[in-house]
């Protein structure tokens, strides 16, 4: 994640500055993966979104595809705990959230 003061900047003199930057250490920036966006408008980076409200702070939050991600094995614990214990379920479902939330926190 690379940030800026204009999307000019960012379009123009930054990408063959990071491509040759990333060369030199045997790497190559993706034109795929590369987007130039406005922070109020947001983005995804690692499994949060980042964007701006309208008063200007920067909120960090899990991503919409990372919560989806998250909610589908919660759902699989909970449709397939026939034969546990109503603890045992609480064991195995504190186990996922636990580790979602250390990793967005």
């Not at 994640?1 to 063959?16: A, F, N, Q």
């Not at 200007?56 to 998250?70: D, N, W, Y």
């Amino acid at each position: 994640m690379i940030t800026g003061t204009s999307k000019e900047l960012l379009r123009d003199p930054v990408p063959p500055l990071v491509a040759h930057f990333w060369k030199e250490r045997g790497l190559e920036l993706s034109h795929e993966k590369t987007r130039i966006t406005h922070v109020e408008e947001g983005f995804d980076f690692l499994g949060q979104n980042v964007r701006r409200d309208r008063c200007g702070k920067v909120l960090i939050k899990p991503s919409s595809p990372s919560v989806q991600t998250f909610l589908s094995p919660i759902q699989e614990t909970i449709d397939h705990s026939g034969r546990l214990t109503a603890g045992e379920m609480i064991q195995r479902l504190n186990q996922q959230i636990k580790g979602w939330t250390m990793y967005h926190r």
